[in-house]
């Protein structure tokens, strides 16, 4: 039987530590609301509509997805925005991409 020996909160990341007889596993999770998804894709479907100036905002991709991606090699800030989009949509993660616009 599993019980959750202590739990802490940090930003809007859980982490768990589960403890199993003597096996101790350590869990993070991200809650994503609804209405985050709903906002980026309002962001999207806006950014056809949209002049940008030197910036664009391609993606909002949060903290646990960078994290998991980090631990697969994969780090954000060293690769490009294409390889970004490319892998969010690998991962049929579309729905952080804010934008519709060719990059």
Not at 40 to 47: C, E, K, M, P
């Amino acid at each position: 039987m599993s019980d959750t020996k202590d739990t802490k909160s940090y930003h809007d990341i859980k982490e768990e530590l589960i403890q199993d007889g003597d096996r101790v596993t350590r869990k993070k999770s991200q809650v994503i609301p609804q209405s985050f998804i709903q906002d980026l894709r309002n962001q999207r479907f806006a950014s056809s509509h949209t002049r940008e100036g030197e910036n664009q905002r391609l993606a909002s991709i949060p903290v646990a997805v960078h994290e998991k991606w980090l631990r697969e090699g994969f780090d954000l800030f060293q690769h490009s925005h294409k390889d970004v989009l490319k892998r969010l949509r690998a991962e049929n993660l579309d729905a952080f991409i804010t934008t519709n616009k060719q990059v």
